[in-house]
T-cell receptor, first 117, second 114 residues
Framework: DAGVIQSPRHEVTEMGQEVTLRCKPI?????LFWYRQTMMRGLELLIY????????DSGMPEDRFSAKMPNASFSTLKIQPSEPRDSAVYFC???????????????FGSGTRLTVV | AQRVTQPEKLLSVFKGAPVELKCNYS??????LFWYVQYSRQRLQLLLR??SRESIKGFTADLNKGETSFHLKKPFAQEEDSAMYYC????????????????FGTGTQLKVEL
C-alpha cells in the first residue's frame, strides 16, 4: 500500500481564492482525519469521518472551511475564500479498528503546505 | 475535556546525553497514549504507544496514572533523534463514535548537538 496520499504537496494561492486539498486514505481504513499544523498551535484536528460520514467537525475554524468524503477512497478539504492566516501544513490521516476495538494503522499523509499571499 | 500538555517547545541536548520529553494529560478515564515523531518536513510517524510497552529507536515511555504523565525517555541521545515530538491521546479502545480521535500536544522540538 502506498500509504495515505495527499495532493498537492505545495499550494501557493492569493487571498480570496478557493483552495481544495485532496486525500486518499489507506484502503480498508474506515476513519479519516484532517489536521492543521502551525507553529503557534501545533497540530489541530479539524474534522474526522467514519465510514464516509462526518462525525465531528468542531475543529473547523469557520464557515470558510468545508470537507467532504464522497466515497471510501477520497476526501477533500476546501477553503473558500482563503486568507493569509490559513497558511499552514494540512495533514490527512486514516486508521481502522481491529475486532477487539484497538486502533491500528493510524497513518499520516505527507501533508499539503499551503501558503496564502 | 481532554488535553495534552507538552511544556517545552524546544529541548536542546548534547549527543550522548539523556533525553526526557515531558507530556502531561487531562482525561476523565484511562486514555490510550502515543508518541509521534516528525522529522524535518516529513509526515508524522508513530513512535510508540503505551499499550505496546515497546522500545522504538531506544525510546521508552512510562504511563504514570497518578501524575497523569507519559514522558518520553532515551538514555543516550543521537544526532538522528533531532525532530519534532508530539504526545497524543485518544479515548480508550472499544469506544464508539470517536474512539480513535487523537488529541495532540503542541509538540517539543528536540535538537541534539554534537
Amino acid at each position: 500500500d502506498a500509504g495515505v496520499i495527499q495532493s498537492p504537496r505545495h499550494e501557493v494561492t492569493e487571498m480570496g481564492q478557493e483552495v481544495t486539498l485532496r486525500c486518499k486514505p489507506i484502503s480498508g481504513h474506515d476513519y479519516l482525519f484532517w489536521y492543521r499544523q502551525t507553529m503557534m498551535r501545533g497540530l489541530e484536528l479539524l474534522i474526522y469521518f467514519n465510514n464516509n460520514v462526518p462525525i465531528d467537525d468542531s475543529g473547523m475554524p469557520e464557515d470558510r472551511f468545508s470537507a467532504k468524503m464522497p466515497n471510501a477512497s477520497f476526501s477533500t478539504l476546501k477553503i473558500q475564500p482563503s486568507e493569509p492566516r490559513d497558511s499552514a501544513v494540512y495533514f490527512c490521516a486514516s486508521s481502522g479498528f481491529d475486532r477487539t476495538g484497538f486502533v491500528y494503522g493510524y497513518t499520516f499523509g505527507s501533508g499539503t503546505r499551503l501558503t496564502v499571499v | 475535556a481532554q488535553r495534552v500538555t507538552q511544556p517545552e517547545k524546544l529541548l536542546s541536548v548534547f549527543k550522548g546525553a539523556p533525553v526526557e520529553l515531558k507530556c502531561n494529560y487531562s482525561y476523565s478515564g484511562s486514555p490510550e497514549l502515543f508518541w509521534y515523531v516528525q522529522y524535518s518536513r516529513q509526515r508524522l510517524q508513530l513512535l510508540l504507544r503505551h499499550i505496546s510497552r515497546e522500545s522504538i529507536k531506544g525510546f521508552t515511555a512510562d504511563l504514570n496514572k497518578g501524575e497523569t504523565s507519559f514522558h518520553l525517555k532515551k538514555p543516550f541521545a543521537q544526532e538522528e533523534d533531532s525532530a519534532m515530538y508530539y504526545c497524543a491521546l485518544s479515548p480508550p479502545a472499544g469506544l464508539t463514535g470517536g474512539g480513535n480521535k487523537l488529541t495532540f500536544g503542541t509538540g517539543t522540538q528536540l535538537k541534539v548537538e554534537l
